[in-house]
């Protein structure tokens, strides 16, 4: 079976939603799936309802866990730099079927690594298994050299009203 490079991005919610739901349905079929995150560090209730499929799905987080305003810190950068390591690592042993590579896109529109990174890493992908990218502001260069792109459009979020994430729901 052929993989395919996906991209979620946009501005609305539901990009690493559909990532997950990806995730699932190809550990449900008996893949293997990896789930790197970019900037995200701790404990969601999705990556905990995953560790009941830990045989099947591994998820890693190289990020501080804390939003970036402004330049990135070194710290941020030294994060992105080992998850973009891990990636290669993980793409050249080509034992996942499936590797979705979380905030990815986010990651390098901040400046914590190139775009051009991403774009290697796509040159890295065995036939077979299925890249995701996700995250907001993805380049040019990589939805053009995506094979599915899908752009998720904010119309309207509880959000704007002041509704904080909700466990279960958004976090």
């Known amino acids: 079976m052929r993989g395919y490079v996906q991209v979620y991005t946009g501005?609305?919610?539901?990009?690493t939603t559909a990532a997950l739901g990806l995730a699932l349905r190809a550990a449900g079929a008996?893949?293997?799936?990896?789930?790197?995150?970019?900037l995200k560090r701790g404990d969601y209730s999705e990556i905990?309802?995953?560790?009941?499929l830990s045989d099947r799905i591994t998820v890693e987080q190289y990020g501080r866990g804390c939003l970036i305003r402004?330049?990135?810190e070194p710290e941020d950068i030294a994060e992105g730099r080992r998850g973009l390591a891990r990636a290669r690592e993980v793409l050249r042993a080509g034992r996942h079927a499936v590797v979705i590579l979380d905030e990815a896109n986010v990651a390098a529109a901040l400046g914590l690594f190139p775009a051009q990174e991403?774009?290697?890493?796509?040159?890295?992908?065995?036939?077979?298994?299925?890249?995701?990218?996700?995250g907001r502001y993805a380049a040019s260069e990589i939805i053009a050299q995506a094979d599915l792109v899908t752009e998720m459009k904010a119309l309207k979020h509880y959000y704007d009203q002041g509704v904080p994430a909700r466990t279960g729901i958004e976090r």
């Open 11 to 15: 501005d609305g919610k539901g990009k």
């Open 30 to 38: 008996g893949l293997a799936v990896f789930i790197l995150q970019f």
């Open 48 to 52: 905990d309802a995953l560790k009941a």
């Open 70 to 72: 402004g330049a990135p």
């Open 118 to 134: 991403l774009l290697d890493l796509i040159g890295l992908k065995p036939e077979a298994t299925e890249l995701v990218l996700t």
